[in-house]
C-alpha cells in the first residue's frame, strides 16, 4: 500500500502543470475606436481666430511702433550714428530711398482685412499650408535651398511651392512685407496712409487675387458675415457692397441690405441663399504670379504714392523708387 502510495506522489510531482493561456475576447467584444464627432464651422471659426487674431496682432503692434519710431526720428534735426544706420538698414529692407517712403511701407491695415484674407486663403484654417508650413496667405518659394512645401499644383510644366515659415508670426511678418514692397500693391498702400475704414480699403485689393474685384466681394462678405470688423481699431460699420464696388457689382436690393448672420450651428445655409459664395481654400495656382505678388524693386511707380512730410524728405526720393 506505502509503494503504491509513493508511486502516485512521485507522479503527481513529477508532472509538468498545464497554466491556461489567457485567452483573448471575441473581437465583437473589443472596444470600437471612439470617433471624434465632425467639428461644426462655427467652431472651426472660433479656433481659427483664436489661433491667429493673437499673431496678427502681435505683428501688427511691431510694425506700429516700429512706424511710430522713424515718424520721430524723422522730425528730429539731427541723428546719431545709431538712428542713421537702423534708418539706413530699413530703408535697404524695404526698397526705398527717403523716409516719407518707409513710412508708407511701414505703415499698417486694419486687423479685419488680414484675418479675412486670411480666412479666405486657408479656409478657416483647413489648408495644409496653414497646418503643416505655417503659411497663411499662400506665399511661394522659388528658392530650393529654403524650407518649402510642394503645393501639389502646377502652373504650366512647373511645380508650385510655398514657403515654410517657422511660425504664424514669421508668415505674418512676411505678408506685411509683400503688401509694402509688392508691385500689384501700389494703390492699396496709397488708400491706406489715411484711410482705416476696411470697407473702403478692401476696393484698392483687386490686384491680390486672379478673380479681381469677385475677391473683393468675398472679403466685403467674410468681414461683414462674421463681424471681423469688430476687432478694429476704430471700429467702422458696414456699408452697401454697392459702395465697395461702384460700377463692378450692383447687387439686387435685398443682397445689399443686412447680411444674414450664420445659424447657431455654424451652417452657412442662409448665407447661400443670400448669394454669398462658401468660404474654401484657394487654389495656389489661382493666386498671381511671384513677380506680381512678392517682393520686387519698384522703380516705374509714382513718387505721389509717398506723402511728404517735408520738401527736404520728398527730394530724398527723387529716383522715385519708393512707393
Partial sequence: MLFIVGIWTLALYDTP???????????????????????????????????????????????????AQVE???????????EEAMLETLKL????????????????????????????????????????????????????????????ETRGDKTIYVKKYPSLEASIEGYF????????????????????????????????????????K????????????????PTFKPIALAEVLPGAFTPPAEKVAEVPKPSADGSTAALAAAGIPAITAAPVAARLPLEERNDVMIEDENISECPPLTTADADLDENGSGS
Wanted: positive net charge.
Fill in 17 to 67: 502543470s498545464k497554466v491556461a493561456a489567457p485567452q483573448k475576447p471575441p473581437r465583437s467584444l473589443e472596444p470600437a475606436p471612439v470617433k471624434k464627432p465632425p467639428i461644426t464651422a462655427a467652431e472651426r471659426k472660433k479656433r481659427f481666430v483664436e489661433k491667429t487674431l493673437p499673431a496678427i496682432r502681435n505683428v501688427k503692434a511691431e510694425l506700429d511702433a516700429l512706424y
Fill in 72 to 82: 520721430h526720428l524723422s522730425k528730429k534735426p539731427h541723428l546719431n550714428p545709431a
Fill in 93 to 152: 529692407r524695404y526698397r526705398v530711398a527717403g523716409i516719407p517712403c518707409l513710412l508708407n511701407r511701414l505703415k499698417t491695415h486694419p486687423v479685419s482685412i488680414v484675418l479675412a484674407q486670411a480666412a479666405l486663403e486657408t479656409g478657416w484654417g483647413k489648408s495644409r499650408f496653414y497646418n503643416e508650413a505655417n503659411n497663411i496667405f499662400g506665399v511661394w518659394s522659388y528658392n530650393r535651398n529654403e524650407p518649402r512645401l510642394a503645393a501639389g
Fill in 177 to 216: 512685407k509683400m503688401m509694402a514692397t509688392g508691385r500689384a500693391y501700389g494703390e492699396f498702400r496709397k488708400a491706406r496712409h489715411n484711410e482705416r475704414n476696411p470697407f473702403k480699403l478692401i476696393r484698392h485689393l483687386t490686384r491680390y487675387s486672379e478673380l479681381r474685384e469677385e475677391y473683393v
Fill in 218 to 233: 468675398r472679403l466685403y462678405y467674410v468681414i461683414k458675415a462674421n463681424r471681423l470688423y469688430e476687432y478694429d481699431h
